[in-house]
């Protein structure tokens, strides 16, 4: 059973940061690919970032530059670090895995995915 548990939302101001964690149990980390997505209030649920096979990554236009994904082999532990924030990125958002490699260029539903932490931007 894949179990994937986030913590790290929070409420922040515009410009601000914060460091999302994903914790997962080592055959998950080990056998899937994961990400995380994000979904605003009344809108659909949306890529964010992965991370592949090797280390490779890949982010959604809108947080490239701003947001860093990244794994800690040691902890099973997925991060998604998340600086500049703004109103746009307010959402809850969601770790994710899935069997294959996740796709960010067209709409995309992970097979797996954990029960959300807010995250809120101020202006």
């Known amino acids: 059973q894949v179990q994937l548990v986030e913590s790290g939302g929070g409420s922040v101001q515009a410009g601000g940061s914060l460091r999302l964690s994903c914790a997962t149990s080592?055959?998950?980390?080990?056998?899937?690919?994961m990400g995380w997505f994000r979904q605003a209030p009344g809108k659909e649920l949306e890529a964010v970032a992965a991370?592949?096979?090797?280390?490779?990554?890949r982010y959604a236009d809108s947080v490239k530059g701003r947001f860093i994904i990244s794994g800690d082999n040691a902890k099973n532990t997925l991060y998604l670090q998340m600086n500049n924030l703004s109103p746009e990125d307010t959402a809850m958002y969601y770790c994710v895995a899935h069997p294959y490699p996740i796709q960010l260029d067209y709409p995309f539903i992970p097979n797996y995915r954990g029960q959300g932490t807010q995250v809120t931007v101020s202006s």
């Open positions: 080592t055959d998950t980390y080990k056998h899937y690919y």
């Open positions: 991370i592949y096979s090797g280390g490779g990554t």
